[in-house]
């Protein structure tokens, strides 16, 4: 599974942005998708993901002004960023977690970082 993030930017304090995520799946089926933040100095974090079925979680950060959801393809998601806050700078990074066909092992797949700077 090869992931593909695009979107970040840069932006001011009260704005939005929009980043996308591609799956390239061949032999696997995602189970779910989801935006992880790492900000500097700080451990990776779960932003929002949004499982096979459409349940989608949030961080208590995130809930209320981020959307997670799937595009016309079940391997595309998108991260609609709203009110977007100065801490909310981090490196964003997509993840997919895929299982083979019958197999219950989940692998945890990553896409390359995108960076998101919210300027105050």
């Known amino acids: 599974v090869q992931l593909q993030a695009s979107g970040g930017g840069l932006v001011q304090a009260g704005g939005s942005l929009r980043l996308s995520c591609a799956a390239s799946v061949t032999g696997f089926s995602i189970k779910k998708m989801g935006w992880y933040s790492q900000a500097p100095g700080k451990q990776r974090e779960v932003v929002a993901t949004?499982?096979?079925?459409?349940?989608?979680e949030y961080s208590d950060s995130a809930a209320g002004r981020f959307t997670i959801a799937r595009g016309n393809t079940k391997n595309t998601v998108f991260l609609q960023m709203a009110s977007l806050r100065p801490e909310d700078t981090a490196v964003y990074y997509c993840?997919?977690?895929?299982?083979?066909?019958?197999?219950?092992?989940?692998?945890?797949?990553w896409g390359q970082g995108t960076q998101v700077t919210v300027s105050s």
């Open positions: 993840n997919a977690r895929s299982v083979r066909p019958g197999r219950s092992y989940e692998y945890n797949n």
């Open positions: 949004i499982a096979e079925d459409g349940t989608t």
